[in-house]
């Protein structure tokens, strides 16, 4: 008898999966946008620490009598907000982990926008076009409360141009404080166009990269 239907759980049943994908259509996105209840350890941060964290309703929340009501941001009013209503998130659930791709990760553009306010750990592709100024205002805006796991940076060069971007990279996420895991794209900087016009990789230029 399958679990589904009140059988023992299988090997499949015991998998942790996961999924992941850039968020470019944010129509589609925001579609799949809920908000849920913070995780307690997550709760008990926000007790114990003043700055929001990303996608926290710390300003909107959910009035107590079931209706949607603007707090006012004071200690007083979000106290007893989050005593009655609990922390609440904005969570995306067409994927665990999303990233912003390199041609839509301008800082004033709808996709920082929208990414900074969701409770997902996120990423954000970054290239041979980045700026190091750039990428400085970046993490700062993706992960304001220097949150550990919070933002991957996937590093999408080139195997030729490594060594001109990713050391002034580096310094510049080094010089905002913001921890960030780094992630190395090799396929998507590597790209050739063949005489027949289709895209394709030399495999040695692939594993180069990330070596």
């Given amino acids: 008898m399958p679990f589904e239907k009140g059988g023992p759980k299988g090997v499949h049943g015991e998998v942790d999966f996961y999924t992941s994908h850039e968020g ?8 799949l946008t809920r908000t849920f209840a913070l995780p307690p350890a997550l709760q008990q941060h926000q007790i114990s620490n003043a700055p929001l964290i990303p996608g926290l309703q710390g300003e909107q929340i959910s009035s107590l009598d079931g209706g949607s009501s603007r707090l006012q941001n004071s200690s ?11 922390f609440t998130g904005f969570y ?18 709808a ?38 796991g919070r933002l991957t940076l996937i590093t999408r060069y080139g195997a030729g ?3 001109e971007h990713l050391p002034g990279h580096i310094a510049a996420v080094q010089q905002s404080g913001v921890p960030v895991i780094w992630v190395c794209d090799p396929m998507h900087g590597n790209t050739l166009t063949s005489a027949s016009g289709l895209k394709t ?11």
């Fill in 111 to 148: 996709h920082i926008e929208y990414f900074r306010g969701i409770r997902n750990p996120i990423g954000a592709k970054v290239g041979p076009s980045m700026r190091a100024d750039e990428l400085l205002k970046l993490v700062e805006i993706l992960n304001p409360d220097r949150e550990p």
């Fill in 92 to 109: 995306n659930t067409s994927a665990h982990f999303l990233w912003i791709g390199d041609r839509t990760r301008q800082l004033d553009g």
């Fill in 161 to 163: 141009k490594i060594e």
């Fill in 201 to 211: 990789r030399n495999f040695s230029t692939i594993v180069s990269e990330p070596s």
């Fill in 24 to 31: 470019l259509m944010l129509d589609y996105e925001e579609a």
């Fill in 76 to 86: 007083a009013t979000a106290d007893q907000a989050r005593t009655k209503q609990g």
